[in-house]
């Protein structure tokens, strides 16, 4: 059973900058596509970024393009995603999701492990 665990979260004003961080001591976690979703009260989980595993490709949601940036340290086994010019809309609990096998990263239903959450909330 892989675990991730998600760190970072917290209050910022608008305009202000976060730094989530995701680990995992599981093997194959360096060669597994990860990503972060986000899911807001009463919406649905959305996709927010994802990074291919061994130097594979980025991918960003419209809504956090140029905003946003995930990256991935090898050596400590930690996926990061560094949010700047956060908005109120970016309110959500964030969730990081990994998988070995998966086709379709913002796909909800191709990760087969996520972590607990960790909260963001951007005043405005």
């Known amino acids: 059973q892989v675990q991730l665990v998600e760190s970072g979260g917290g209050l910022v004003q608008a305009g202000g900058s976060l730094r989530l961080s995701c680990t995992a001591a599981?093997?194959?976690?360096?060669?597994?596509?990860v990503a972060w979703f986000r899911q807001a009260p009463g919406k649905e989980r959305e996709f927010v970024a994802a990074?291919?595993?061994?130097?594979?490709?980025?991918y960003y949601a419209d809504s956090v393009k140029g905003r946003f940036t995930i990256s991935r340290d090898t050596a400590k086994d930690t996926v990061s995603l560094q949010m700047y010019s956060l908005k109120p809309e970016d309110t959500a609990v964030y969730f990081c999701?990994?998988?070995?096998?998966?086709?379709?990263?913002?796909?909800?239903?191709?990760?087969?492990?996520w972590g607990q959450g960790t909260q963001v909330t951007v005043s405005s």
């Open positions: 990074i291919r595993g061994s130097g594979g490709g980025t």
């Open positions: 599981a093997l194959y976690f360096t060669i597994s596509t």
């Open positions: 999701a990994a998988d070995l096998f998966t086709r379709v990263v913002d796909s909800v239903g191709h990760y087969a492990y």
